[in-house]
């Protein structure tokens, strides 16, 4: 019996110099895990809203779905569901399956940035 390998994502802010360099030592072949980065902290919690993190928590490992079973899962108005769905795929944090339904790939979610002393 194969075991399945689990896929954690990183959330994080992160410049695109940082960026562009994690992207080069992949194409290197070197392991470097999986991202989704935002520009800056703000952008990362202007994406990730509350009820958005909501949609997060109920796909996390569980495959592709409609947005109609996203909205019974969380417990939400179909119409509601759908314009954050619609931000989470503008974004990049959710994909489109072929047969139209929605599917956050991973199983576990990490999110990494630092909070500085204001200047």
Same mark, same amino acid.
């Given at each position: 019996? $194969? $075991?399945?390998?689990? &896929?954690?994502?990183?959330?994080?802010?992160?410049?695109? +110099? /940082?960026?562009?360099?994690?992207?080069?030592?992949?194409? &290197? #072949? $070197?392991?470097? #895990?999986? =991202?989704?980065?935002?520009?800056?902290?703000?952008?990362l919690?202007? %994406?990730?809203t509350?009820?958005?993190? /909501?949609?997060?928590r109920?796909?996390t490992?569980?495959?592709?779905?409609?947005i109609r079973e996203?909205?019974?899962?969380?417990? &939400?108005?179909?119409?509601? %569901?759908?314009? /954050?769905?619609?931000?989470?795929?503008?974004?990049?944090?959710?994909?489109?399956? +072929?047969? #139209?339904?929605?599917? =956050?790939?991973? /199983?576990?979610?990490?999110?990494?940035?630092?909070?500085?002393?204001?200047?």
């Amino acid at each position: 019996m $194969e $075991e399945k390998t689990m &896929r954690t994502v990183t959330l994080g802010v992160s410049s695109v +110099e /940082d960026t562009k360099r994690r992207a080069a030592a992949a194409f &290197r #072949g $070197e392991e470097v #895990g999986e =991202f989704i980065s935002f520009g800056n902290v703000e952008l990362l919690w202007r %994406v990730l809203t509350v009820k958005r993190w /909501d949609i997060l928590r109920a796909m996390t490992g569980q495959g592709s779905m409609a947005i109609r079973e996203v909205a019974r899962r969380v417990a &939400r108005d179909v119409k509601a %569901v759908h314009g /954050d769905v619609q931000a989470l795929l503008s974004a990049g944090v959710l994909d489109r399956e +072929e047969n #139209g339904q929605v599917i =956050f790939p991973y /199983d576990a979610v990490h999110v990494d940035f630092t909070l500085t002393r204001a200047a």
